[in-house]
């Protein structure tokens, strides 16, 4: 008998993946009303491109259902509502770091490709849509890292925009003390964005964390303990200041356009609000600096999937259709300062005039490099946040050496378990 119950468990698993996937493919067809689900819109873009889908398609409207504004919290509620197979969310807002993660668990449905014109999007962007060589999602926002300066009080001390770390450290020590004003902040509050800061400045030294493919740990003691250090020292000599412990991407973008920062690292949807800000025409942007020129970014923004568990699939593919074409991501970033993922737009003169800082963009997206497609990514996320938290955090005791080995440990263990 116990030779058995392999047999006959094989044949209630096929018997029960047949029956899903037959519920997939009836659910693919179907149409009507659709949820979008997405991170707060917190420049109040959104509904407006919702509305103009609403006009045209009554009986397929739209509504928009938004999650909190930090990336992980985003994630937890989404993973809770995919992991009960409910059918409440249709077209799935991701962080371009979720796809593999959201791929292999089966969350989201693969797209075909030729249904969109990724030829003509930013090539390493559409490379955050792909997994195993499928396409799971299509990009509608980019995003690369951009350092925010007060250009006045630079060219009240006669500095050019800092391209190193030390030129940083310099002019931040500078204008801190003449100005009384804090130095630099990013993003230093224990989460993905701190995750994202520090591998920045690992990246900025020349070194990475992970391989492209998310399947080996190559980072090496000194570029991560270089990276480490650049953050550290910084808090300890006090241009950055510790209140940005506790900074996510709101509190460090009113923390610059309040005028209580001199430079800042943030994403580009940052820029709008600065110009209608106590510093308007008082700021610049430019690439992250690094340890010996500019630095390299990581690659941020968002792309659209399906929900596997969905009943409106039809409808929600031509919506993804709808909000990536070209004439919605001028929009996307004319009223809401986000970053588009169609190449054409960075060099249009009329946005140039409006968005003077687009051609620094586009060279810092096709120089930023993709988070790893490991489909453990947020483990990695955590172990990395929490030991750079740690290190950040008085009295500095640990030494940059040993959190960089801990760190690489626990992240050999996450990789050794995939």
Same mark, same amino acid.
């Given at each position: ?115 969109? #014109? ?5 090539? #390493? ?107 550290? /020292? ?57 340890? /010996? ?65 687009? #051609? ?15 489909? /453990? ?12 938290? /740690? ?28």
């Amino acid at each position: 008998m116990r030779r058995l119950i392999p047999v006959v468990l094989t044949v209630l698993l096929v018997a029960g993946c047949s029956a899903a996937g037959s519920q997939q493919t009836e659910r693919f067809g179907g149409t009507g009303p659709f949820t979008l689900v997405i991170g707060r819109d917190t420049t109040a873009y959104l509904q407006p491109l919702l509305d103009r889908w609403n006009q045209t398609h009554p009986e397929e409207r739209v509504s928009l259902l938004e999650l909190p504004e930090a990336a992980d919290e985003q994630r937890a509620q989404m993973v809770a509502n995919l992991q009960a197979g409910s059918d409440r969310y249709d077209v799935l807002g991701l962080d371009v770091v979720w796809t593999a993660e959201f791929a292999e668990a089966g969350w989201i449905l693969p797209l075909d490709r030729a249904m969109f #014109p990724l030829d003509r999007f930013l090539p #390493p962007v559409v490379d955050t849509a792909l997994y195993r060589g499928k396409l799971w999602a299509v990009p509608y926002t980019s995003n690369a890292g951009l350092l925010y300066y007060r250009k006045d009080l630079l060219a009240k001390e006669g500095f050019e925009a800092p391209k190193t770390w030390a030129e940083l450290r310099k002019q931040a020590r500078t204008l801190r003390t003449k100005y009384d004003i804090g130095g630099y902040a990013g993003q230093f509050l224990a989460y993905e964005g701190l995750t994202v800061n520090f591998t920045e400045a690992v990246q900025s030294a020349g070194g990475q964390i992970l391989s492209p493919d998310g399947t080996s740990v190559t980072m090496d003691v000194a570029s991560a303990k270089a990276g480490l250090d650049f953050l550290v /020292n910084g808090f300890r000599e006090g241009w950055i200041p510790p209140e940005s412990l506790s900074f996510k991407e709101e509190e460090s973008r009113l923390a610059f356009q309040e005028g209580r920062l001199a430079f800042a690292r943030n994403w580009p949807h940052a820029y709008g609000p600065a110009t209608l800000s106590s510093v308007a025409d008082k700021f610049g942007v430019t690439r992250l600096p690094g340890l /010996n020129g500019p630095g390299a970014g990581s690659l941020g923004g968002y792309n659209l999937a399906v929900s596997a568990f969905s009943k409106r699939q039809k409808s929600a593919t031509e919506f993804i259709r709808y909000f990536t074409s070209l004439e919605n991501q001028r929009r996307v970033l004319a009223d809401g300062s986000f970053p588009p993922v169609w190449a054409e737009l960075y060099d249009d003169p009329d946005l140039i005039k409006r968005f003077p800082y687009l #051609p620094v963009l586009k060279q810092s997206i096709l120089s930023a490099r993709p988070r790893p497609a490991s489909a /453990n990514y947020n483990q990695v996320s955590l172990v990395i946040a929490s030991a750079v938290s /740690n290190a950040l955090t008085p009295p500095f005791e640990e030494a940059g050496d040993d959190v960089v080995a801990s760190m690489k440990g626990q992240l050999n263990e996450i990789i050794r378990v995939r």
